[in-house]
């Protein structure tokens, strides 16, 4: 991805605390000679080195990922930015944090192996809920999916958060962002500030 200097995050524990926030996004791989992607929900392993997730059998993606080199995006908080909020000219931009991730995927097709990414995915995204759901998955079930791990070997992040223009101007686009409801933006701009 291209990522200007002043919008890019190397701090591998930031990156990582960003991956697990907002870890629904795409896996962008080949199919039959063509871009192909599908939305899923990840997980970072617990060494921070694989990405894992699952897909429908019935998706064309599993058939051809095993051994691919893929793509995975991700996407944090986001919003149009007009040049009117700014005290200083400007031009119209969009405000973002995302992040891609690649690596070589494995397809999982074990059922143990699949009882432990549909668990794992499970635990992560009931955990919130005062009495969460307990999986009892029937190995009947696991047919209709496959697993996918993705070894990471290049992460890159970018978060464009005006930090190309003034304070002023940045204190501004946070204020009529607050205003226009887009808090988890603003927020993210204020985090960064520090």
């Not at 944090?76 to 931009?93: F, K, M, N």
């Not at 919130?128 to 209709?144: C, G, I, S, V």
């Amino acid at each position: 991805m291209y990522i200007p200097k002043h919008f890019e995050v190397t701090d591998k524990d930031e990156v990582f605390a960003f991956v697990e926030a907002n870890a629904f996004g795409q896996l962008i791989s080949n199919v039959d000679g063509k871009l192909f992607s599908t939305h899923l929900p990840f997980l970072l392993s617990e060494d921070k080195s694989k990405i894992i997730g699952h897909l429908a059998l019935k998706n064309p993606q599993h058939s051809e990922i095993d051994g691919q080199e893929v793509l995975i995006t991700l996407e944090g908080p986001h919003d149009y930015i007009s040049p009117v909020w700014y005290s200083s000219p400007g031009v119209p931009t969009w405000n973002y944090q995302a992040v891609h991730i690649y690596g070589q995927c494995e397809v999982i097709r074990s059922t143990e192996e699949l009882q432990q990414v549909v668990n794992a995915l499970t635990v992560k995204y009931e955990s919130a809920f005062e009495n969460p759901w307990q999986p009892e998955y029937k190995p009947l079930m696991l047919r209709a999916i496959v697993g996918i791990e993705v070894t990471i070997s290049e992460i890159q992040c970018q978060y464009k958060l005006s930090q190309n223009r003034s304070s002023q101007d940045r204190s501004q686009v946070i204020e009529r962002l607050k205003s226009l409801g887009s808090t988890a933006l603003a927020n993210e701009m204020e985090r960064n500030e520090l």
